[in-house]
């Protein structure tokens, strides 16, 4: 995340401020340190390559890296010869420099980390893993596996898990007499607004985001690309084929059109920053937010004091009996064409994450990031989180990430984020209907993008 | 044999040193981007030749023109404030009449000398809504006041950036003028007094007729170093600037194309454009100038 303003509760500074550290405590009570102390069953147990020398070379950014730095003990156990350098650079400087080594061909590392968005982007340059990721498939969580993949080929190991839920404040719900169960679509939850609003005077509000269209508290990932997925654009912006741009299909005008509607003022803070959010939660004054899998970590150290106060529900879904789930951007693991040693840094991804230990490894350094295994997940389910009132709050993600369809990223994609935001910005502001906005938009990434 | 043509090729191999340097990292990377324009670059594998394609590009490109604009907008602004702001304090400080001259010029010039994302940083927590410190004591006034939205109101992103640039640059503005002012001949002033001539008119009609130069200097220092800015705009908008690209400057946009977007190409015909349009607007200077 950009060191600027809105960088306090992103997913990335979280990770960064929670890696190995400030978690620590809380994860003493959970059920990752004891399932660290079982034995876990081998799944399956790869036979070691036979000669493997040399130094693997890790880029990624702080809070992605420390499990690849935790395994290497056991790495060396298994091969004496191989070493391993971890290079911690910054998020911006990791992608830039992923693009210029696989561009230019020089001093190119073995292994890589970068949100799955540039998949698209880095494709060309990335070694295909189908085959030795292939014996574990079973294991992964499909969501994670076809995030990972683009046009057939798996390209990256998945490294985190992010669907997204929606947290609502269970006490002022049940003050303002709103039942949960029954806020089942977005038209549902402008309603239990407008009762909120005029029983508060609009001084309480449903929801919030900034202007910029960013949800409160969470990454600048756009309502608007929660919505695309939940009405059927696996793709968020781009077809399958990666060929055409969608967003001014009928389905992505229905998604700007809802985001419109919760978007109103008279339900919705739309302008409000992550700082004054905060405030704002802690206040009262907002009952609910649509967030992703770390969500909940930064919320218990954010707002200590609302503990027991929170609960988590599937998000709404656009349409009666439509899709209640979404997900958010996760990281994958991948080993750049023309990596010096990729037998040996593949066995160091292998130990990291491509393994149960690793998994859970992997949870315990970043503070609680859901992993991408299902066995993993399956410690975390019965877990009952007591900052959201006993709630089994995993439970409900895991069956979120299941129900998250087929999902890609196609090339161009941030890019398409930055135009879809800028054209989204007007539709909250009121100054484009959603089918001007998402026409404009479509029209600007078919230029830029030269897609269809 | 190299000992008979030494004292020959031996000025060539000192003044090499320079030509060297010049050559790898001013005139390859100039005309590389050049070459790079041409080509629907986006980074992984060499991209397909496309002309003229990306230039045209630009000219529907509504990022690039509000960034055009945005950047024209703060040019306008910052550069009258910074650069008369500098003309002023430098009058002041070159007066004989005022005390502690060096420790005012110290004191204006301390700001060029803290880290810009230092600066960035501070400016983006003071200015913070409603928990910055101008917010809080706006808000502490009793005066029922509405705290402002620097950061996210699109109407005060240029303003505030300007604020930046005035508090970060006026020294540097400062001593150029001043070094302008300090090479007028005081025969000149002397001259004018006897002549009846009051400072103010002294000033309209010696100082800055002569600072003319100093001035169109600085001018077009300011117009480059405008449409390159940054660090600031990131810093306090990030790379998408800020709520409806109010903070987007030309520097950001460029920035954003080739290393967000790892669009190589066409950043790298934005970079040319401006690089014109810098050059067409020092040429404007210049000429005023000279007319003047």
């Known amino acids: ?452 | 044999m190299l000992g008979s043509k030494w004292p020959k090729i031996a000025p060539y191999v000192f003044i090499s040193p320079f030509f060297v340097i010049f050559l790898v990292f001013g005139a390859f990377p100039i005309v590389f981007s050049g070459v790079v324009s041409l080509i629907d670059w986006k980074g992984v594998t060499m991209g397909e030749f496309v002309g003229l394609r990306n230039y045209l590009n630009l000219f529907r490109d509504s990022d690039f023109q509000r960034a055009v604009l945005n950047t024209l907008y703060l040019l306008v602004l910052s550069g009258p404030l910074t650069i008369g702001g500098g003309l002023v304090l430098a009058v002041l400080l070159n007066s004989q009449l005022l005390r502690l001259r060096g420790m005012f010029r110290t004191i204006f010039y301390l700001p060029m000398a803290v880290s810009l994302v230092v600066a960035g940083l501070a400016f983006s927590m003071l200015l913070n809504k409603p928990f910055g410190f101008v917010n809080d004591i706006i808000l502490r006034q009793g005066l029922n006041l509405e705290p402002i939205d620097f950061l996210t109101n699109p109407l005060a992103a240029i303003p505030t950036l300007t604020l930046l640039i005035l508090w970060r640059c006026i020294g540097n503005d400062l001593v150029i003028m001043l070094a302008g002012l300090q090479s007028i001949s005081p025969e000149l002033y002397e001259a004018a007094r006897i002549d009846g001539a009051s400072p103010f008119q002294t000033f309209v009609y010696v100082t800055l007729p002569l600072m003319v130069p100093i001035i169109l200097f600085d001018a077009i220092l300011s117009t480059v170093n405008t449409f390159n800015m940054f660090a600031e705009p990131y810093i306090l908008f990030g790379t998408e600037g800020g709520v409806d690209q109010a903070g987007l400057t030309t520097g950001l946009l460029v920035y954003r194309t080739s290393f967000k977007y790892f669009k190589f190409g066409y950043g790298a015909a934005m970079a040319y454009l401006l690089g014109v349009v810098i050059f067409v607007l020092s040429l404007v200077q210049l000429r005023l100038g000279q007319r003047d």
Request: hydrophobic share 40%.
């Open chain 1, 1 to 452: 995340m950009a060191p600027h303003r809105t960088s306090l509760m992103s997913r990335r500074a979280f990770l960064r401020l929670s890696a190995g550290t400030a978690t620590a405590a809380w994860l003493g009570s959970t059920t990752f340190g004891r399932v660290l102390a079982q034995e876990s069953t081998p799944i399956p147990t790869p036979t070691p390559i036979p000669g493997l020398s040399g130094e693997v070379i890790v880029w990624g950014w702080k809070g992605g890296i420390e499990h690849f730095l935790a395994v290497i003990p056991d790495l060396q156990k298994l091969y004496p010869d191989v070493s391993v350098r971890v290079e911690e650079m910054s998020y911006e400087d990791t992608h830039t420099n992923i693009l210029a080594v696989v561009n230019t061909g020089v001093g190119v590392p073995d292994v890589v980390n970068f949100d799955v968005n540039h998949l698209g982007e880095f494709a060309e340059g990335m070694t295909d893993l189908t085959d030795r990721l292939q014996p574990y498939l079973e294991e992964i969580m499909p969501v994670s596996v076809k995030l990972a993949t683009y046009k057939g080929r798996i390209l990256g190991v998945p490294q985190d898990s992010q669907p997204v839920g929606m947290f609502y404040r269970h006490d002022l719900f049940e003050q303002y007499g709103i039942d949960a169960a029954q806020v089942e679509t977005y038209a549902d939850l402008i309603e239990a607004g407008r009762k909120v609003a005029k029983a508060t005077n609009g001084e309480v509000k449903m929801l919030a985001m900034d202007v910029g269209s960013k949800i409160c508290m969470g990454d600048p990932h756009l309502i608007i690309d929660l919505l695309l997925v939940q009405n059927g654009l696996g793709g968020t912006y781009f077809n399958r084929e990666d060929d055409k741009v969608l967003v001014d299909s009928p389905e992505a005008i229905e998604a700007m059109e809802v985001l419109k509607q919760i978007s109103d003022e008279e339900i919705c803070f739309i302008d409000m920053s992550d700082d004054a959010a905060v405030a704002a939660y802690a206040a009262d004054k907002i009952l609910a937010t649509v967030a992703p899998g770390w969500f909940p970590l930064a919320m218990t150290g954010n707002l200590p004091q609302l503990s027991g106060k929170w609960r988590m529900m599937r998000l709404p879904a656009i349409k009666p009996g439509g899709l209640r789930a979404s997900y958010q951007i996760p990281s994958i693991t991948a080993i750049p064409k023309g990596a010096p040693n990729p037998d040996a840094a593949w066995e160091l991804i292998r130990m990291a994450q491509v393994s149960l230990e690793g998994q859970l490894r992997f949870t315990e350094m970043t503070g609680g990031v859901m992993p991408t295994w299902k066995r993993a997940l399956d410690t975390l389910k019965d877990q009952e989180v007591e900052y959201f009132g006993g709630q089994k709050i995993y439970a409900l993600f895991i069956e979120i990430a299941q129900d998250i369809p087929d999902v890609w990223f196609g090339r161009g994609w941030p890019e398409a984020r930055s135009i879809i935001r800028k054209h989204t910005e007007t539709v909250i502001r009121r100054e484009k209907t959603p089918e001007e906005a998402c026409k404009a938009a479509a029209e600007e990434m078919r230029v830029k993008l030269n897609k269809g």
